[in-house]
């Protein structure tokens, strides 16, 4: 047996099918679909900016239901706390004043985690970029590169360093003035891990997560279930370049045709913690593994990284990536990518 996803289809059918009942004015519905002995359970919301779907295949309708529910309410948890956004999070606390108090375990893990995969890249994954970001979201967009003020980015660029982030479970602070953090490249997966942690917990077996480019699936009682995952071509979002298969993993892509700058794409959503910069070596990285997290920390990793330094961190970290170059021409897969459809050079 076969589910088919990629997050067109998901957001065609999310618009075009989802026909279930609202549930608790929370701005989500779930859709309830019986095929042979078993019932899909579907439903969607918008989390963390990003429209996040689960679905659930059960043979008891109900506790299909009530499983799904349940990894809204842990994945929302999660969220309002690694979220920047929200005047009190604690993100946003330490971001404002510097510092902050009891950080919460979602917090403490996803920070350790992003201390491993700067460690593991040698700082090309830098959760600290957050004060040239803010540069770039302040202009009008897309602007010309060339209008960008250069000794602005590079005394935005001096705040960047994660050795000043210091934290351990009673607290974290920002040790230079003007610091400030973004957990936007590794929250979501950790969110989307929780969902899922939080399915098993209700006992289901067999499930896929959706955030936005973020996938994470289960397949724990059929072996002859997967999951089918379309990769965007960068070059035309519409499209799909290839096409992996997953029954318990997770795989994230990282692009640089969502969020940019510049017309020309040259400055988009991920910055070279060294350069202050976008990296122009990919135009997309695609990430697998074991969990959300680490697929999604790990495609912003090799963004700024040549392919044998990915390879030594693919080696290192456990992962596999599929990358597609700047011009879109040439693509590189490593040797355990779960590749279904699509061509691809071998990385290592």
Same mark, same amino acid.
């Given at each position: #047996?076969?589910?088919?996803?990629?997050?067109?289809?998901?957001?065609?059918?999310?618009?075009?099918?989802?026909?279930?009942?609202?549930?608790?004015?929370?701005?989500?519905?779930?859709?309830? $679909?019986?095929?042979?002995?078993?019932?899909? &359970?579907?439903?969607?919301?918008?989390? #963390?900016?990003?429209?996040? =779907?689960?679905?659930?295949?059960?043979?008891?309708?109900?506790?299909?239901?009530?499983?799904?529910?349940?990894?809204?309410?842990?994945?929302?948890?999660?969220?309002?706390?690694?979220?920047?956004?929200?005047?009190?999070?604690? &993100?946003?606390? @330490?971001?404002?004043?510097?510092?902050?108090?009891?950080?919460?375990?979602?917090?403490?893990?996803?920070?350790?985690?992003?201390? $491993?995969?700067?460690?593991?890249?040698?700082? =090309?994954?830098?959760?600290?970029? @957050?004060? &040239? /970001?803010?540069?770039?979201?302040?202009?009008?967009?897309?602007?010309?590169?060339?209008? /960008?003020?250069?000794?602005?980015?590079?005394?935005?660029?001096?705040?960047?360093?994660?050795?000043?982030?210091?934290?351990?479970?009673?607290?974290?602070?920002?040790?230079?003035?003007?610091?400030?953090?973004?957990?936007?490249?590794?929250?979501?997966?950790?969110?989307?891990?929780?969902? #899922?942690?939080?399915?098993?917990?209700?006992?289901?077996?067999?499930?896929?997560?959706?955030?936005?480019?973020?996938?994470?699936? #289960?397949?724990?009682?059929?072996?002859?279930?997967?999951?089918?995952?379309?990769?965007?071509?960068?070059?035309?979002?519409?499209?799909?370049?290839?096409?992996?298969?997953?029954?318990?993993?997770?795989?994230?892509?990282?692009?640089?045709?969502?969020?940019?700058?510049?017309?020309?794409?040259?400055?988009?959503?991920?910055?070279?913690?060294?350069?202050?910069?976008?990296?122009?070596?990919?135009?997309?990285?695609? &990430?697998?593994?074991? $969990?959300?997290?680490?697929?999604?920390?790990?495609?912003?990793?090799?963004?700024?990284?040549?392919?044998?330094?990915?390879?030594?961190? /693919?080696?290192?970290?456990? @992962?596999?990536?599929? @990358?597609?170059?700047?011009?879109?021409?040439?693509?590189?897969?490593?040797?355990?990518?779960?590749?279904?459809?699509?061509?691809?050079?071998?990385?290592?």
């Amino acid at each position: #047996m076969q589910g088919g996803i990629s997050r067109r289809n998901l957001l065609k059918y999310g618009a075009g099918t989802l026909a279930g009942a609202a549930l608790g004015g929370l701005g989500w519905v779930m859709a309830t $679909h019986r095929f042979r002995s078993r019932y899909r &359970v579907r439903a969607a919301q918008t989390l #963390m900016k990003t429209y996040v =779907s689960v679905t659930v295949i059960d043979e008891d309708r109900d506790q299909g239901r009530a499983a799904v529910a349940a990894a809204f309410r842990r994945m929302r948890a999660a969220a309002a706390v690694l979220t920047r956004f929200a005047p009190q999070s604690p &993100v946003a606390v @330490l971001n404002r004043t510097g510092r902050v108090a009891r950080i919460p375990a979602d917090l403490y893990t996803v920070l350790d985690r992003a201390r $491993h995969y700067w460690d593991l890249s040698g700082g =090309s994954f830098d959760v600290t970029v @957050l004060p &040239v /970001l803010e540069y770039y979201y302040s202009l009008p967009r897309p602007f010309a590169r060339e209008r /960008l003020d250069r000794a602005e980015v590079e005394r935005r660029k001096a705040l960047i360093g994660f050795r000043g982030l210091a934290f351990d479970r009673g607290g974290a602070r920002l040790v230079r003035a003007g610091m400030a953090v973004t957990l936007d490249g590794i929250a979501k997966g950790h969110v989307v891990d929780e969902g #899922m942690r939080a399915l098993r917990a209700a006992g289901v077996r067999n499930a896929v997560i959706d955030a936005g480019g973020d996938v994470r699936t #289960m397949s724990a009682d059929d072996p002859q279930h997967y999951w089918t995952i379309g990769i965007a071509d960068p070059q035309d979002p519409r499209r799909l370049c290839a096409t992996a298969q997953l029954r318990n993993g997770a795989l994230a892509t990282s692009g640089n045709y969502e969020i940019y700058f510049t017309s020309d794409r040259r400055l988009f959503h991920i910055i070279n913690p060294r350069t202050g910069y976008s990296p122009d070596r990919y135009s997309s990285v695609t &990430v697998f593994a074991e $969990h959300a997290m680490d697929s999604d920390a790990g495609g912003v990793t090799l963004f700024s990284l040549d392919r044998a330094q990915s390879c030594e961190v /693919l080696r290192r970290g456990g @992962l596999e990536a599929f @990358l597609v170059s700047w011009d879109g021409g040439t693509r590189w897969r490593s040797r355990g990518f779960p590749l279904a459809r699509g061509e691809a050079r071998l990385l290592c």
